[in-house]
Protein backbone atom coordinates (compact mmCIF):
# COMPACT_ATOMS: atom_id res chain seq x y z
CA UNK A 1 0.00 0.00 0.00
CA UNK A 2 2.01 2.99 -1.48
CA UNK A 3 0.25 6.47 -0.50
CA UNK A 4 2.93 8.56 -2.34
CA UNK A 5 3.37 9.79 -5.80
CA UNK A 6 5.56 8.67 -7.82
CA UNK A 7 8.45 10.64 -9.64
CA UNK A 8 5.79 11.33 -13.06
CA UNK A 9 3.16 11.76 -10.49
CA UNK A 10 5.13 14.76 -8.89
CA UNK A 11 6.42 15.86 -11.88
CA UNK A 12 2.31 16.47 -13.31
CA UNK A 13 1.54 17.86 -10.10
CA UNK A 14 4.22 20.85 -10.38
CA UNK A 15 3.16 21.21 -14.35
CA UNK A 16 -0.51 22.08 -13.10
CA UNK A 17 0.51 23.60 -10.16
CA UNK A 18 2.97 25.79 -12.28
CA UNK A 19 0.25 26.50 -15.05
CA UNK A 20 -2.64 27.52 -12.41
CA UNK A 21 -0.70 29.56 -10.92
CA UNK A 22 0.51 31.52 -13.63
CA UNK A 23 -2.54 31.31 -16.22
CA UNK A 24 -5.34 31.23 -13.70
CA UNK A 25 -4.59 32.55 -10.79
CA UNK A 26 -4.42 36.55 -11.75
CA UNK A 27 -8.09 36.02 -13.73
CA UNK A 28 -9.90 34.26 -10.83
CA UNK A 29 -11.86 37.10 -9.52
CA UNK A 30 -12.48 38.44 -12.73
CA UNK A 31 -13.72 35.33 -14.27
CA UNK A 32 -15.97 34.77 -11.44
CA UNK A 33 -17.31 38.60 -10.98
CA UNK A 34 -17.96 38.62 -14.98
CA UNK A 35 -19.33 35.37 -15.11
CA UNK A 36 -16.89 34.56 -17.92
CA UNK A 37 -16.03 30.94 -19.05
CA UNK A 38 -12.16 31.02 -19.36
CA UNK A 39 -11.93 29.58 -22.79
CA UNK A 40 -8.42 30.53 -23.63
CA UNK A 41 -7.25 28.25 -20.55
CA UNK A 42 -9.03 25.55 -21.22
CA UNK A 43 -7.57 25.50 -24.60
CA UNK A 44 -4.25 25.39 -23.12
CA UNK A 45 -5.17 22.25 -20.87
CA UNK A 46 -6.02 21.28 -23.83
CA UNK A 47 -2.40 21.57 -25.17
CA UNK A 48 -0.65 20.28 -21.92
CA UNK A 49 -2.73 16.95 -22.37
CA UNK A 50 -5.20 17.14 -19.66
CA UNK A 51 -8.37 17.52 -21.01
CA UNK A 52 -7.70 13.48 -22.00
CA UNK A 53 -5.51 12.38 -19.62
CA UNK A 54 -7.26 9.52 -18.73
CA UNK A 55 -7.52 8.25 -22.28
CA UNK A 56 -5.07 5.87 -24.46
CA UNK A 57 -2.77 7.67 -26.93
CA UNK A 58 -4.20 5.87 -29.85
CA UNK A 59 -7.58 8.60 -28.97
CA UNK A 60 -5.36 11.42 -28.64
CA UNK A 61 -5.40 11.13 -25.14
CA UNK A 62 -2.39 11.25 -22.25
CA UNK A 63 -2.38 8.25 -21.66
CA UNK A 64 -2.54 8.17 -18.17
CA UNK A 65 -4.69 6.95 -14.71
CA UNK A 66 -7.08 7.81 -12.37
CA UNK A 67 -4.25 9.21 -10.04
CA UNK A 68 -2.75 11.46 -12.25
CA UNK A 69 -5.70 12.56 -13.29
CA UNK A 70 -7.49 13.40 -9.39
CA UNK A 71 -3.90 14.91 -9.27
CA UNK A 72 -4.52 17.73 -11.79
CA UNK A 73 -8.37 18.16 -10.65
CA UNK A 74 -6.86 19.14 -7.04
CA UNK A 75 -4.56 21.26 -8.59
CA UNK A 76 -6.57 23.04 -10.60
CA UNK A 77 -9.18 23.41 -8.26
CA UNK A 78 -7.08 24.64 -6.05
CA UNK A 79 -6.53 27.31 -7.75
CA UNK A 80 -10.04 27.77 -9.19
CA UNK A 81 -13.10 25.50 -9.09
CA UNK A 82 -14.77 26.91 -11.77
CA UNK A 83 -11.60 25.29 -13.95
CA UNK A 84 -11.50 22.36 -12.03
CA UNK A 85 -15.53 21.43 -13.07
CA UNK A 86 -14.90 22.24 -16.33
CA UNK A 87 -12.22 19.68 -16.91
CA UNK A 88 -14.26 17.31 -14.95
CA UNK A 89 -17.79 17.31 -16.63
CA UNK A 90 -16.01 17.25 -19.93
CA UNK A 91 -13.51 13.96 -19.43
CA UNK A 92 -15.30 12.44 -16.90
CA UNK A 93 -19.03 12.67 -18.19
CA UNK A 94 -19.46 12.96 -21.65
CA UNK A 95 -15.57 12.02 -22.88
CA UNK A 96 -16.43 9.19 -20.63
CA UNK A 97 -19.55 7.78 -21.63
CA UNK A 98 -18.05 7.61 -25.19
CA UNK A 99 -14.93 5.77 -24.17
CA UNK A 100 -17.29 3.60 -22.06
CA UNK A 101 -20.23 2.74 -23.77
CA UNK A 102 -19.40 4.18 -27.37
CA UNK A 103 -18.57 2.16 -30.43
CA UNK A 104 -14.76 1.86 -31.78
CA UNK A 105 -16.11 3.97 -34.77
CA UNK A 106 -17.27 6.63 -32.32
CA UNK A 107 -14.42 6.38 -30.03
CA UNK A 108 -12.08 7.53 -32.57
CA UNK A 109 -14.50 10.35 -34.12
CA UNK A 110 -15.23 12.13 -30.91
CA UNK A 111 -12.49 10.79 -28.16
CA UNK A 112 -9.62 12.11 -30.25
CA UNK A 113 -11.12 15.62 -30.68
CA UNK A 114 -12.54 15.55 -27.01
CA UNK A 115 -8.72 14.36 -25.15
CA UNK A 116 -6.85 17.00 -26.93
CA UNK A 117 -9.21 19.77 -26.18
CA UNK A 118 -9.69 20.55 -29.96
CA UNK A 119 -13.58 19.89 -28.78
CA UNK A 120 -15.21 20.90 -25.73
CA UNK A 121 -17.48 18.06 -24.09
CA UNK A 122 -20.69 18.39 -22.06
CA UNK A 123 -23.42 15.76 -20.15
CA UNK A 124 -26.73 16.04 -20.11
CA UNK A 125 -28.85 13.83 -17.48
CA UNK A 126 -30.53 16.16 -15.09
CA UNK A 127 -33.71 17.72 -16.08
CA UNK A 128 -35.83 20.23 -14.54
CA UNK A 129 -38.50 17.52 -12.60
CA UNK A 130 -35.91 15.03 -12.72
CA UNK A 131 -32.61 15.66 -10.18
CA UNK A 132 -31.76 12.16 -8.10
CA UNK A 133 -34.74 10.51 -9.60
CA UNK A 134 -32.87 10.23 -12.90
CA UNK A 135 -34.98 7.38 -14.35
CA UNK A 136 -37.90 9.93 -14.12
CA UNK A 137 -36.66 11.51 -17.03
CA UNK A 138 -38.88 12.92 -19.81
CA UNK A 139 -36.43 13.94 -22.81
CA UNK A 140 -37.79 11.73 -25.32
CA UNK A 141 -35.84 9.75 -28.27
CA UNK A 142 -38.03 8.39 -31.11
CA UNK A 143 -37.35 6.21 -34.03
CA UNK A 144 -37.67 7.27 -37.49
CA UNK A 145 -36.42 5.32 -40.12
CA UNK A 146 -32.73 5.52 -39.86
CA UNK A 147 -32.75 8.84 -37.46
CA UNK A 148 -33.94 9.38 -33.97
CA UNK A 149 -35.22 12.64 -33.23
CA UNK A 150 -34.91 14.04 -29.23
CA UNK A 151 -37.53 15.94 -28.02
CA UNK A 152 -37.02 17.78 -24.22
CA UNK A 153 -34.72 20.10 -22.26
CA UNK A 154 -31.82 18.99 -19.77
CA UNK A 155 -30.99 21.70 -17.53
CA UNK A 156 -27.82 22.13 -14.66
CA UNK A 157 -25.61 20.84 -17.80
CA UNK A 158 -21.76 22.16 -17.18
CA UNK A 159 -20.05 23.36 -20.41
CA UNK A 160 -23.25 23.59 -22.03
CA UNK A 161 -23.02 26.68 -24.27
CA UNK A 162 -19.36 26.00 -25.18
CA UNK A 163 -19.63 21.94 -25.91
CA UNK A 164 -18.99 20.77 -29.14
CA UNK A 165 -19.80 17.24 -28.41
CA UNK A 166 -22.98 16.30 -25.96
CA UNK A 167 -24.05 13.01 -24.30
CA UNK A 168 -27.65 13.11 -23.89
CA UNK A 169 -29.90 10.66 -21.85
CA UNK A 170 -33.21 10.19 -23.34
CA UNK A 171 -36.02 8.47 -22.99
CA UNK A 172 -36.86 5.49 -25.61
CA UNK A 173 -39.35 2.64 -24.27
CA UNK A 174 -41.68 4.87 -21.63
CA UNK A 175 -42.96 1.48 -20.30
CA UNK A 176 -39.21 0.72 -19.17
CA UNK A 177 -38.69 3.17 -16.32
CA UNK A 178 -34.39 3.28 -15.98
CA UNK A 179 -34.41 0.34 -18.82
CA UNK A 180 -36.38 2.49 -21.25
CA UNK A 181 -33.29 5.00 -21.33
CA UNK A 182 -31.15 5.18 -24.03
CA UNK A 183 -27.69 7.76 -24.76
CA UNK A 184 -27.25 9.90 -27.76
CA UNK A 185 -24.13 12.35 -29.36
CA UNK A 186 -25.16 15.53 -30.35
CA UNK A 187 -22.95 17.67 -32.01
CA UNK A 188 -23.01 21.74 -32.21
CA UNK A 189 -24.85 22.63 -34.84
CA UNK A 190 -27.57 19.56 -35.01
CA UNK A 191 -31.22 21.25 -36.40
CA UNK A 192 -33.07 21.80 -33.11
CA UNK A 193 -30.60 21.87 -30.88
CA UNK A 194 -29.46 25.00 -28.91
CA UNK A 195 -28.39 26.15 -25.43
CA UNK A 196 -30.90 27.35 -23.59
CA UNK A 197 -30.81 29.74 -20.48
CA UNK A 198 -27.58 30.41 -18.59
CA UNK A 199 -27.78 30.23 -14.99
CA UNK A 200 -26.81 33.01 -12.55
CA UNK A 201 -25.25 30.83 -10.04
CA UNK A 202 -24.17 31.12 -6.45
CA UNK A 203 -20.45 30.17 -6.96
CA UNK A 204 -17.83 28.01 -9.96
CA UNK A 205 -19.54 31.67 -11.47
CA UNK A 206 -17.20 30.76 -14.25
CA UNK A 207 -17.79 27.65 -15.36
CA UNK A 208 -21.03 27.38 -18.09
CA UNK A 209 -23.66 25.81 -16.60
CA UNK A 210 -27.06 26.13 -18.92
CA UNK A 211 -30.22 24.25 -20.56
CA UNK A 212 -30.18 22.14 -23.56
CA UNK A 213 -33.23 22.34 -25.55
CA UNK A 214 -33.55 19.49 -28.14
CA UNK A 215 -37.32 20.73 -30.48
CA UNK A 216 -37.48 17.76 -33.03
CA UNK A 217 -33.61 17.72 -33.20
CA UNK A 218 -32.97 14.59 -35.70
CA UNK A 219 -29.41 12.51 -34.97
CA UNK A 220 -28.47 9.78 -37.37
CA UNK A 221 -29.01 6.28 -35.98
CA UNK A 222 -25.33 5.34 -35.51
CA UNK A 223 -25.10 8.23 -32.70
CA UNK A 224 -27.14 6.18 -30.84
CA UNK A 225 -24.52 5.51 -28.11
CA UNK A 226 -24.14 2.18 -26.69
CA UNK A 227 -27.35 -0.16 -26.82
CA UNK A 228 -30.70 0.91 -26.88
CA UNK A 229 -32.17 0.92 -23.41
CA UNK A 230 -28.69 0.76 -21.41
CA UNK A 231 -28.44 4.62 -21.05
CA UNK A 232 -29.11 4.80 -17.24
CA UNK A 233 -26.96 1.35 -16.62
CA UNK A 234 -24.43 3.09 -18.47
CA UNK A 235 -24.64 6.40 -16.44
CA UNK A 236 -24.50 5.24 -13.42
CA UNK A 237 -20.68 3.40 -14.53
CA UNK A 238 -20.37 7.00 -15.64
CA UNK A 239 -21.05 8.14 -12.37
CA UNK A 240 -18.28 6.06 -10.52
CA UNK A 241 -16.02 7.55 -12.57
CA UNK A 242 -17.26 11.29 -12.25
CA UNK A 243 -17.66 10.87 -8.68
CA UNK A 244 -14.24 10.45 -8.00
CA UNK A 245 -13.59 13.63 -10.00
CA UNK A 246 -16.16 15.90 -7.65
CA UNK A 247 -13.54 13.95 -4.75
CA UNK A 248 -10.76 15.43 -6.38
CA UNK A 249 -12.64 19.20 -6.98
CA UNK A 250 -13.88 19.02 -3.42
CA UNK A 251 -9.86 18.31 -2.29
CA UNK A 252 -8.52 20.77 -3.71
CA UNK A 253 -10.93 23.80 -2.85
CA UNK A 254 -10.72 22.05 0.67
CA UNK A 255 -6.99 22.78 0.32
CA UNK A 256 -7.34 25.93 -0.91
CA UNK A 257 -9.91 26.77 1.47
CA UNK A 258 -7.04 25.97 4.07
CA UNK A 259 -3.88 27.17 3.03
CA UNK A 260 -5.73 30.65 2.54
CA UNK A 261 -6.56 30.60 6.29
CA UNK A 262 -3.27 29.11 7.19
CA UNK A 263 -1.34 31.99 5.61
CA UNK A 264 -3.62 34.65 6.91
CA UNK A 265 -3.85 33.20 11.13
CA UNK A 266 0.20 33.45 10.69
CA UNK A 267 -0.25 37.35 9.38
CA UNK A 268 -3.39 38.51 10.86
CA UNK A 269 -2.53 39.80 15.25
CA UNK A 270 -4.89 40.19 17.76
CA UNK A 271 -4.30 41.47 21.90
CA UNK A 272 -0.40 41.59 20.34
CA UNK A 273 0.31 38.38 18.24
CA UNK A 274 -0.73 35.95 15.48
CA UNK A 275 -4.21 34.35 15.70
CA UNK A 276 -1.99 31.18 15.15
CA UNK A 277 -0.93 31.23 18.13
CA UNK A 278 -4.50 30.71 19.53
CA UNK A 279 -5.33 27.56 20.99
CA UNK A 280 -9.28 27.99 19.47
CA UNK A 281 -7.27 28.86 16.00
CA UNK A 282 -4.72 26.09 16.14
CA UNK A 283 -7.80 23.41 16.73
CA UNK A 284 -9.54 24.44 13.71
CA UNK A 285 -6.59 24.58 11.65
CA UNK A 286 -5.78 20.92 12.76
CA UNK A 287 -8.66 19.75 11.83
CA UNK A 288 -8.78 21.27 8.65
CA UNK A 289 -5.65 19.55 8.03
CA UNK A 290 -6.21 16.03 9.18
CA UNK A 291 -10.02 15.60 7.49
CA UNK A 292 -8.45 17.15 4.45
CA UNK A 293 -5.33 14.36 4.36
CA UNK A 294 -8.14 11.83 5.26
CA UNK A 295 -10.50 12.79 1.94
CA UNK A 296 -7.33 12.69 -0.05
CA UNK A 297 -6.67 9.03 1.37
CA UNK A 298 -10.22 8.18 0.35
CA UNK A 299 -9.56 9.82 -3.18
CA UNK A 300 -7.01 8.34 -4.14
CA UNK A 301 -7.68 5.45 -3.37
CA UNK A 302 -10.89 5.28 -5.32
CA UNK A 303 -8.74 6.66 -8.30
CA UNK A 304 -6.45 3.73 -7.85
CA UNK A 305 -9.16 0.89 -7.76
CA UNK A 306 -10.44 2.60 -10.86
CA UNK A 307 -6.83 2.30 -12.57
CA UNK A 308 -6.59 -1.31 -11.56
CA UNK A 309 -10.16 -2.17 -13.16
CA UNK A 310 -11.84 -2.72 -9.94
CA UNK A 311 -15.48 -1.69 -9.35
CA UNK A 312 -15.70 1.28 -7.42
CA UNK A 313 -19.04 2.14 -6.58
CA UNK A 314 -19.10 2.38 -2.94
CA UNK A 315 -15.42 3.74 -2.46
CA UNK A 316 -15.75 6.61 -5.26
CA UNK A 317 -19.41 7.11 -3.16
CA UNK A 318 -17.61 7.12 0.01
CA UNK A 319 -14.86 9.23 -1.50
CA UNK A 320 -17.25 12.32 -2.64
CA UNK A 321 -19.27 11.96 0.23
CA UNK A 322 -16.69 12.84 2.51
CA UNK A 323 -14.77 15.09 0.49
CA UNK A 324 -17.65 17.31 -0.70
CA UNK A 325 -18.94 17.74 2.86
CA UNK A 326 -15.03 18.01 4.78
CA UNK A 327 -14.47 20.68 1.77
CA UNK A 328 -17.58 22.82 2.92
CA UNK A 329 -16.66 22.25 6.18
CA UNK A 330 -13.09 24.33 5.64
CA UNK A 331 -14.32 26.83 3.65
CA UNK A 332 -16.66 27.57 6.05
CA UNK A 333 -13.81 27.83 9.04
CA UNK A 334 -11.54 29.37 6.64
CA UNK A 335 -14.48 32.19 6.26
CA UNK A 336 -14.65 32.33 10.47
CA UNK A 337 -10.42 32.76 10.81
CA UNK A 338 -10.73 35.35 8.22
CA UNK A 339 -13.53 37.07 10.34
CA UNK A 340 -14.90 40.18 8.82
CA UNK A 341 -12.13 39.94 5.91
CA UNK A 342 -13.61 36.54 5.36
CA UNK A 343 -16.57 38.05 4.01
CA UNK A 344 -15.24 40.17 1.36
CA UNK A 345 -13.94 39.74 -1.81
CA UNK A 346 -10.63 41.29 -1.33
CA UNK A 347 -9.71 37.84 0.49
CA UNK A 348 -10.33 34.29 -1.52
CA UNK A 349 -11.97 32.40 1.75
CA UNK A 350 -15.33 33.70 0.15
CA UNK A 351 -15.07 32.26 -2.73
CA UNK A 352 -14.17 29.01 -1.73
CA UNK A 353 -16.97 29.68 0.80
CA UNK A 354 -19.22 30.18 -2.30
CA UNK A 355 -18.08 27.42 -4.49
CA UNK A 356 -17.57 24.65 -2.40
CA UNK A 357 -21.28 23.87 -2.22
CA UNK A 358 -22.34 22.32 -5.60
CA UNK A 359 -19.61 19.04 -4.44
CA UNK A 360 -22.30 18.18 -2.13
CA UNK A 361 -25.09 18.78 -4.78
CA UNK A 362 -23.52 17.76 -8.04
CA UNK A 363 -23.52 14.09 -9.59
CA UNK A 364 -25.74 12.62 -6.44
CA UNK A 365 -26.24 14.81 -3.61
CA UNK A 366 -25.04 13.82 -0.11
CA UNK A 367 -28.22 11.75 0.41
CA UNK A 368 -28.05 9.92 -2.56
CA UNK A 369 -24.33 8.72 -1.65
CA UNK A 370 -25.33 7.47 1.70
CA UNK A 371 -28.10 5.92 -0.10
CA UNK A 372 -25.73 4.59 -2.77
CA UNK A 373 -23.22 3.73 0.13
CA UNK A 374 -25.73 1.72 2.13
CA UNK A 375 -26.86 -0.40 -0.83
CA UNK A 376 -23.01 -1.26 -0.78
CA UNK A 377 -22.66 -1.91 2.63
CA UNK A 378 -25.97 -4.00 3.03
CA UNK A 379 -24.94 -6.12 0.02
CA UNK A 380 -22.28 -7.87 2.58
Given at each position: ??F???DE???L??T?R???Q???A?H?????????????A????GK?GL???V??????G???????Y???IE????VDG?V?II?AAH??????H???????EQK??Y?S???????IGA??L????SGS????????A???R??WV???T?T??T??????VV???A??DK??H???????V?EK???GF??????N?????A?D?????FE???????????KE?D?FI???R????????I?AL???????A?E?????S?Q???FGK?IS???AIQ??L????T?????RL??L???AM?D???????????A????????VR??N???Q????Y???????A??F???V?LC?I??G?S???????A?????G
Amino acid sequence: MNFQLNDEQLQLRKTVRDFAQREIAPHVMQWDEAGEFPLAAVKDLGKLGLMGIVYPAEYGGAGMGYVEYVTAIEELSRVDGSVGIIVAAHTSLCSNHIFLAGSEEQKRKYISRLATGEHIGAWGLTEPGSGSDAGGARCSAARKRDTWVINGTKTFCTNGHYADVVVVIAVTDKTAHTHGLSAFVVEKGTKGFRPGKKENKLGLRASDTAELIFEDCVVPAANLLGKEGDGFIDAMRVLDGGRISIAALSLGMAQGAYEAALKYSKQRKQFGKAISEFQAIQWKLADMATEIDAARLLTLRAAAMKDAGMKTTLESSMAKLFASEVAVRCANEGVQIHGGYGFIKDYPAEKFYRDVKLCTIGEGTSEIQRMVIARQVLKG
